[in-house]
């Protein structure tokens, strides 16, 4: 079975800032990982993904994330949050792919300028 | 890119009528979509899963004969709410993969918010 868990309903961080979203998962397999950002009223955009390359993996807007198996965990990080950064942030487990996402409850992201 | 398109984007209806929503993949085939419906400040939690000529896949706890899914074509799956009532509104948002790209990415539709009044 898989799972995914957000550690945090609610983060709040000054501009220019670092950003630390986590998330743990649970699978039964070697799973792809995403993670996924959607703006009020807006639809999801991938920021990024996990499928078995780098454990360290870059997306777009200064975001990226390390896959780290023995802690099961997927954290997104950026080093310095902007306004436009305000969002809800979702972690996303698949056992591939191309299958069913198993969504996280998501984390909503204020930047405080 | 590949790009998943929904129509339409926002609707609303009376209690009792039914409304039709289209998913579309405009540059790739997709054999599977997949239908997710998101509650205000909540995530999203999938439905059903679209297959191409034969029955969809429903998720314990949706009712098939209230949420009728349809995948007509390869770039084309509805989900149809049928007597629709005011807890049915919520934002529907559909996705498919694109089995035919080097990373089997997995792409969404905008979504559709539906107001039952």
């Known amino acids: 079975a898989q799972s995914v868990t957000q550690l945090d309903s609610h983060v709040s961080v000054s501009e220019g800032t670092p950003v630390l979203l986590r998330c743990n998962y649970s699978?039964?397999?070697?799973?792809?990982l995403f993670w996924y950002v959607q703006h009020p009223n807006k639809g999801l955009q991938l920021l990024l993904k996990?499928?078995?390359?780098?454990?360290l993996v870059k997306g777009i807007n200064g975001f990226e994330a390390e896959f780290k198996k023995s802690e099961t965990s997927f954290h997104l990080t950026k080093p310095s949050a902007h306004m436009s950064d305000a969002a809800e942030y979702f972690c996303?487990?698949?056992?591939?792919?191309?299958?069913?996402?198993?969504f996280g409850t998501g984390t909503s992201l204020t930047v405080i300028p | 890119g590949a790009v998943v398109s929904q129509h339409p984007s926002r609707v609303i209806c009376k209690s009792g009528t039914s409304v039709k929503i289209e998913c579309r993949s405009l540059?790739?085939?997709?054999?599977?979509m997949f239908w997710y419906r998101q509650f205000p400040k909540q995530s999203l939690m999938l439905m059903a899963t679209?297959?191409?000529?034969?029955?969809?896949?429903?998720e314990q706890g949706v009712e098939k004969d209230k949420f009728l899914i349809n995948h007509a074509s390869l770039t084309l799956s509805t989900l149809t709410v049928t007597s629709a009532h005011p807890e049915d509104s919520s934002f529907y948002i559909c996705?498919?993969?694109?089995?035919?790209?080097?990373?089997?990415?997995?792409?969404f539709g905008p979504g559709t918010r539906l107001t039952v009044l």
């Open positions: 679209s297959n191409e000529g034969s029955k969809a896949t429903y």
């Open positions: 540059d790739f085939q997709a054999t599977t």
């Open positions: 996303v487990v698949s056992e591939n792919t191309g299958n069913q996402f198993y």
């Open positions: 996990y499928t078995s390359a780098a454990t």
């Open positions: 699978s039964s397999y070697s799973p792809s």
């Open positions: 996705s498919a993969p694109d089995r035919g790209s080097s990373t089997d990415t997995q792409y």
